[in-house]
């Protein structure tokens, strides 16, 4: 079965790659990419089974029948989303490097979750030699380097691990009493993020030992691809909406920014809404890009057209509106999307129901920017 799904995800994904990397790098792409995504016919995708998170955790040969699965779908869309897997382990894998620390496992539709959480005195006990690439954290990187011999060939990548940001993996590794502490003990809260920062620092160096070509390209999500020169990695700041401004100023942005330092940039994820996180990381210059876990929260048009004036990218979603069809909503998108300076700084990423794929393709093709159109 891993023959017939090698057979299938193999392809030439070079130009989407390309193409990508061009609007990352505000270039102009030959064909401004969309990353599209349909769902496999019900026939084909009942040949392979699917597993959930409990079930592929500790066994690599099911992780990566999932992972092929998802990448087959990205490859039949046949657009600019280049296929990629990763090793599933949830957000709690970073945190799995502090002693103590340990994901839950759900053999349902949910992902491996904290419980068990470390105290303050406990936490203040712990010194950066404590943190360390631990038995789940080794487990992780296993999975990964058998992914990248099992697809070898195919053309697809293998992406990093969830990587949360500081202040995210400190709030799941501390529990939710992490908020009076933002208070009542900000020197342990500020230790505790540094402790984190040393986390991040020393998986991610570990995940890129094991990503094939990630000297040039780190892949994320199924489809993704972005520049390693621009840093390549996505940092959750989902924590980070829940608090003031004056916070997000001293707990987020400092050690954020240490990660980002360390990386040479990535793109910043996050549910939810916070209009200063937003401005502060569009102001930030080694944010190369924003997602959204809840585009539907924001006002998209407003948000594209700031992010791009910024110099960033928006990559993700962006919800149709009701009376929409195709061609009017990638002329918004695209619009919204494009700064004075003429740069369409979008990577938009759909869901369309198979039968409609063709109709979605021809009005993207009318409405993308090419080297033809914006040079004439």
Known sequence: MYEELYGLVQGDYSGAVDDQLAVWEDRTPARHPLLLHCPLPAE??????DYNAGEIHNDKDKMLMNGM??????AASGMQ???????????????????????LLFYDARMP??????????????REEDIRVTD??????EHMAYQAEMIGGTGAFVYPLDLQSPFDMAHIVYGDEFFYSLYDDPELIHHLLGLCVRAIVLGHDECMKLI???????????????PRALGGVKVSEDTSTLISADHIDEYVMPYTDQVLRHTGGGYIHYCGKNDHLLQRMLGHGLVRGINFGNPEKHDMDAVLRSASEAGKVYYGNVPMKGDEGYREYFERCVGSATAADGR????????????????ACEAWHAVAPTKENINS
């Open 44 to 49: 084909q995708s009942a040949r392979y089974p």
């Open 69 to 74: 699965k998802q990448m087959l779908a990205t």
């Open 81 to 103: 989303a280049a296929p990629s897997i990763r090793a599933n382990m949830g957000c709690g894998i970073y945190p799995s490097m502090f002693p103590g620390i340990a994901p």
């Open 113 to 126: 979750w904290v419980i068990d959480h470390l105290t303050a005195d406990e936490i203040r006990a712990l």
């Open 136 to 141: 789940e954290f080794k487990m992780a990187l």
């Open 212 to 226: 094939p070509g990630g000297d040039r390209v780190v892949a994320h999500y199924n489809e993704l691809v972005m």
């Open 344 to 359: 369409c700084r979008l990577l938009l990423s759909i869901q369309v129901p198979a039968g409609e794929r063709d109709n």
